[in-house]
Protein backbone atom coordinates (compact mmCIF):
# COMPACT_ATOMS: atom_id res chain seq x y z
CA UNK A 1 0.00 0.00 0.00
CA UNK A 2 2.87 2.19 0.89
CA UNK A 3 4.80 1.41 -2.47
CA UNK A 4 1.67 2.32 -4.52
CA UNK A 5 1.11 6.00 -3.11
CA UNK A 6 4.96 6.63 -3.28
CA UNK A 7 4.27 5.84 -6.91
CA UNK A 8 1.45 7.97 -7.30
CA UNK A 9 3.38 10.56 -5.48
CA UNK A 10 6.16 9.90 -8.15
CA UNK A 11 3.77 9.47 -11.50
CA UNK A 12 2.47 12.92 -10.31
CA UNK A 13 5.39 14.59 -9.85
CA UNK A 14 6.75 13.38 -13.27
CA UNK A 15 3.41 15.25 -15.05
CA UNK A 16 3.78 18.10 -13.18
CA UNK A 17 7.50 17.97 -14.02
CA UNK A 18 6.83 17.64 -17.83
CA UNK A 19 4.12 19.94 -17.99
CA UNK A 20 6.28 22.66 -16.80
CA UNK A 21 8.16 21.80 -19.76
CA UNK A 22 5.23 22.22 -22.31
CA UNK A 23 4.38 19.17 -23.36
CA UNK A 24 0.54 18.60 -23.42
CA UNK A 25 0.66 14.60 -23.59
CA UNK A 26 2.21 12.11 -22.69
CA UNK A 27 2.41 8.84 -24.98
CA UNK A 28 2.94 6.18 -21.91
CA UNK A 29 3.69 2.79 -22.62
CA UNK A 30 3.47 0.61 -19.30
CA UNK A 31 7.13 -0.68 -20.04
CA UNK A 32 8.15 3.24 -20.16
CA UNK A 33 7.18 4.57 -16.86
CA UNK A 34 10.32 3.23 -15.22
CA UNK A 35 12.18 5.54 -17.60
CA UNK A 36 9.83 8.53 -17.79
CA UNK A 37 10.10 9.09 -14.28
CA UNK A 38 14.70 8.50 -13.77
CA UNK A 39 14.61 12.35 -14.44
CA UNK A 40 13.25 12.46 -11.20
CA UNK A 41 14.78 9.78 -9.22
CA UNK A 42 18.34 11.11 -10.94
CA UNK A 43 21.30 11.78 -8.62
CA UNK A 44 22.20 15.68 -8.26
CA UNK A 45 25.06 15.52 -9.71
CA UNK A 46 23.81 14.39 -13.21
CA UNK A 47 21.09 16.86 -13.02
CA UNK A 48 21.38 20.20 -14.53
CA UNK A 49 19.54 23.12 -13.46
CA UNK A 50 17.41 25.25 -15.70
CA UNK A 51 14.82 27.45 -14.63
CA UNK A 52 15.06 30.40 -12.48
CA UNK A 53 12.60 28.83 -9.91
CA UNK A 54 15.49 26.40 -9.29
CA UNK A 55 13.80 23.37 -10.53
CA UNK A 56 16.47 20.87 -11.22
CA UNK A 57 16.35 18.50 -15.15
CA UNK A 58 17.82 16.19 -17.02
CA UNK A 59 18.30 18.35 -20.15
CA UNK A 60 19.21 15.26 -22.31
CA UNK A 61 16.36 13.37 -21.19
CA UNK A 62 13.99 16.13 -21.89
CA UNK A 63 15.44 17.06 -25.01
CA UNK A 64 14.93 12.97 -25.74
CA UNK A 65 11.09 13.10 -24.94
CA UNK A 66 10.38 16.00 -26.79
CA UNK A 67 11.59 14.60 -29.78
CA UNK A 68 9.80 11.01 -29.71
CA UNK A 69 6.83 13.52 -28.89
CA UNK A 70 6.99 15.20 -32.21
CA UNK A 71 7.09 11.63 -33.44
CA UNK A 72 6.14 11.01 -37.58
CA UNK A 73 5.01 14.55 -36.85
CA UNK A 74 2.63 15.45 -39.91
CA UNK A 75 1.06 18.52 -38.23
CA UNK A 76 1.59 20.81 -40.69
CA UNK A 77 1.81 20.42 -44.54
CA UNK A 78 5.72 20.40 -44.54
CA UNK A 79 5.29 16.73 -43.51
CA UNK A 80 4.34 15.92 -47.14
CA UNK A 81 7.75 16.86 -48.93
CA UNK A 82 10.55 15.75 -45.87
CA UNK A 83 12.46 13.50 -46.21
CA UNK A 84 13.11 13.20 -41.99
CA UNK A 85 12.67 16.10 -39.61
CA UNK A 86 15.56 18.02 -38.68
CA UNK A 87 15.25 18.17 -34.67
CA UNK A 88 18.32 20.35 -33.77
CA UNK A 89 21.72 19.24 -32.54
CA UNK A 90 23.99 20.23 -29.91
CA UNK A 91 24.70 20.01 -26.09
CA UNK A 92 21.71 20.40 -23.72
CA UNK A 93 23.93 22.96 -21.67
CA UNK A 94 24.49 24.25 -24.21
CA UNK A 95 25.36 28.60 -23.34
CA UNK A 96 24.42 29.56 -26.82
CA UNK A 97 22.06 28.50 -28.86
CA UNK A 98 21.82 29.01 -32.63
CA UNK A 99 18.01 29.63 -34.16
CA UNK A 100 17.77 28.96 -38.27
CA UNK A 101 14.89 29.08 -40.56
CA UNK A 102 13.98 25.31 -42.03
CA UNK A 103 16.11 22.78 -43.16
CA UNK A 104 17.41 23.33 -46.78
CA UNK A 105 18.16 20.12 -49.19
CA UNK A 106 21.06 18.75 -47.20
CA UNK A 107 19.76 19.04 -43.74
CA UNK A 108 16.62 17.21 -44.90
CA UNK A 109 18.59 14.20 -46.34
CA UNK A 110 20.71 13.68 -43.45
CA UNK A 111 18.36 14.71 -40.64
CA UNK A 112 21.36 17.52 -39.26
CA UNK A 113 20.37 21.52 -39.14
CA UNK A 114 23.12 23.43 -41.07
CA UNK A 115 25.41 21.33 -42.62
CA UNK A 116 25.21 22.70 -46.29
CA UNK A 117 27.11 25.61 -47.52
CA UNK A 118 25.66 28.08 -44.72
CA UNK A 119 26.35 25.29 -42.17
CA UNK A 120 29.38 25.32 -43.22
CA UNK A 121 29.98 29.15 -42.86
CA UNK A 122 28.21 28.81 -39.53
CA UNK A 123 30.70 25.96 -38.42
CA UNK A 124 33.78 28.14 -39.11
CA UNK A 125 32.08 30.79 -37.60
CA UNK A 126 31.76 28.89 -34.62
CA UNK A 127 35.44 27.85 -34.48
CA UNK A 128 36.95 31.30 -35.22
CA UNK A 129 34.95 32.37 -32.51
CA UNK A 130 36.83 29.46 -30.33
CA UNK A 131 34.10 27.09 -29.57
CA UNK A 132 32.83 23.23 -31.06
CA UNK A 133 29.34 22.75 -33.22
CA UNK A 134 28.64 20.64 -30.10
CA UNK A 135 29.15 23.03 -27.50
CA UNK A 136 26.67 24.99 -28.46
CA UNK A 137 22.76 24.04 -30.04
CA UNK A 138 21.29 24.46 -33.33
CA UNK A 139 18.12 24.50 -34.40
CA UNK A 140 15.50 25.77 -36.72
CA UNK A 141 12.09 27.54 -36.39
CA UNK A 142 10.34 24.84 -38.81
CA UNK A 143 11.27 20.87 -38.24
CA UNK A 144 10.78 20.23 -42.04
CA UNK A 145 11.91 21.69 -45.13
CA UNK A 146 9.83 23.66 -46.95
CA UNK A 147 9.76 22.71 -50.91
CA UNK A 148 12.10 24.64 -53.54
CA UNK A 149 13.76 26.50 -50.20
CA UNK A 150 10.36 28.93 -49.48
CA UNK A 151 9.91 30.81 -46.39
CA UNK A 152 7.87 28.81 -43.77
CA UNK A 153 4.57 30.23 -44.23
CA UNK A 154 2.64 31.10 -40.75
CA UNK A 155 0.47 28.19 -40.52
CA UNK A 156 3.52 26.12 -40.43
CA UNK A 157 5.48 27.77 -38.19
CA UNK A 158 2.34 28.20 -36.00
CA UNK A 159 2.56 24.08 -35.63
CA UNK A 160 6.08 23.94 -35.66
CA UNK A 161 7.79 26.26 -33.23
CA UNK A 162 6.02 25.71 -29.97
CA UNK A 163 8.32 22.53 -30.19
CA UNK A 164 11.01 25.01 -30.63
CA UNK A 165 9.96 27.24 -27.92
CA UNK A 166 10.20 23.83 -25.75
CA UNK A 167 13.71 23.38 -26.91
CA UNK A 168 14.74 26.71 -25.46
CA UNK A 169 12.70 26.47 -21.97
CA UNK A 170 14.72 23.21 -21.88
CA UNK A 171 18.70 24.21 -22.49
CA UNK A 172 17.74 27.80 -21.21
CA UNK A 173 20.56 29.15 -23.22
CA UNK A 174 22.63 32.05 -22.00
CA UNK A 175 22.42 33.67 -25.40
CA UNK A 176 20.55 33.20 -28.34
CA UNK A 177 21.51 34.29 -32.07
CA UNK A 178 18.41 34.79 -34.32
CA UNK A 179 19.91 33.83 -37.92
CA UNK A 180 17.60 36.40 -40.45
CA UNK A 181 14.41 37.23 -40.49
CA UNK A 182 12.29 34.51 -39.65
CA UNK A 183 13.67 33.56 -36.83
CA UNK A 184 14.22 36.39 -35.81
CA UNK A 185 10.50 37.77 -36.60
CA UNK A 186 8.96 34.49 -35.32
CA UNK A 187 10.86 34.25 -31.97
CA UNK A 188 10.85 38.15 -31.09
CA UNK A 189 7.13 39.38 -32.96
CA UNK A 190 9.45 42.11 -34.99
CA UNK A 191 8.69 43.02 -38.49
CA UNK A 192 11.56 45.45 -38.45
CA UNK A 193 14.41 44.56 -40.86
CA UNK A 194 17.08 42.62 -40.06
CA UNK A 195 19.61 44.83 -41.28
CA UNK A 196 18.50 47.80 -38.72
CA UNK A 197 17.68 45.03 -35.46
CA UNK A 198 21.20 43.67 -36.05
CA UNK A 199 23.84 44.52 -33.51
CA UNK A 200 21.72 44.93 -30.71
CA UNK A 201 20.53 42.94 -28.41
CA UNK A 202 16.53 42.19 -27.91
CA UNK A 203 14.83 39.70 -25.10
CA UNK A 204 13.05 36.46 -25.66
CA UNK A 205 11.69 35.39 -21.64
CA UNK A 206 14.30 37.22 -20.22
CA UNK A 207 17.28 35.50 -22.41
CA UNK A 208 19.18 38.10 -24.41
CA UNK A 209 18.53 37.33 -28.07
CA UNK A 210 21.17 39.03 -30.63
CA UNK A 211 19.32 39.23 -34.32
CA UNK A 212 21.95 39.13 -37.09
CA UNK A 213 22.34 37.87 -40.98
CA UNK A 214 21.30 34.19 -41.95
CA UNK A 215 24.31 32.80 -43.19
CA UNK A 216 22.73 32.03 -46.69
CA UNK A 217 22.36 35.91 -47.15
CA UNK A 218 26.05 36.11 -45.91
CA UNK A 219 26.96 33.47 -48.93
CA UNK A 220 25.33 36.05 -50.84
CA UNK A 221 26.94 39.37 -49.55
CA UNK A 222 30.29 38.36 -48.69
CA UNK A 223 30.62 41.52 -47.71
CA UNK A 224 28.29 41.77 -44.93
CA UNK A 225 30.18 39.16 -42.74
CA UNK A 226 32.19 41.74 -40.71
CA UNK A 227 28.49 42.54 -39.88
CA UNK A 228 27.84 39.31 -38.32
CA UNK A 229 31.34 38.81 -37.15
CA UNK A 230 31.20 41.93 -35.01
CA UNK A 231 27.56 41.28 -33.98
CA UNK A 232 29.15 37.62 -32.77
CA UNK A 233 31.69 39.45 -30.98
CA UNK A 234 28.66 41.23 -28.47
CA UNK A 235 27.59 37.64 -27.93
CA UNK A 236 30.95 36.35 -26.92
CA UNK A 237 31.50 39.46 -24.58
CA UNK A 238 27.76 38.47 -22.81
CA UNK A 239 29.09 34.98 -22.65
CA UNK A 240 32.22 35.94 -20.44
S1 LIG B 1 7.40 21.38 -39.80
FE1 LIG B 1 7.10 20.89 -37.65
S2 LIG B 1 4.86 20.86 -37.36
FE2 LIG B 1 5.26 20.71 -39.56
S3 LIG B 1 5.30 18.51 -39.96
FE3 LIG B 1 7.43 19.15 -39.59
S4 LIG B 1 7.78 18.77 -37.42
FE4 LIG B 1 5.55 18.77 -37.74
Redesign the pocket.
Known amino acids: MHNNIDTIKKIRKAIEFYRELGFVYMPVKKSRIAEILSPLASKPSEMKQHSGAGRTVNGQEALNLLREN?GD????K??GG?NT?VFGEGSPDAPLMFIGEGPGRDEDLQGRPFIGDAGKLLTKMIVKLGMKREDVYIANI???RPSYNRNPEED?IN??SP?LLQQIEIIRPSVIVCLGKIATETLLGVKTPISKLRGNFLDFNGIPVMPTFHPAYLLRNPKAKWLTWDDMQKVMKRLT
Open positions: ICQRCLSRIVKCESCF
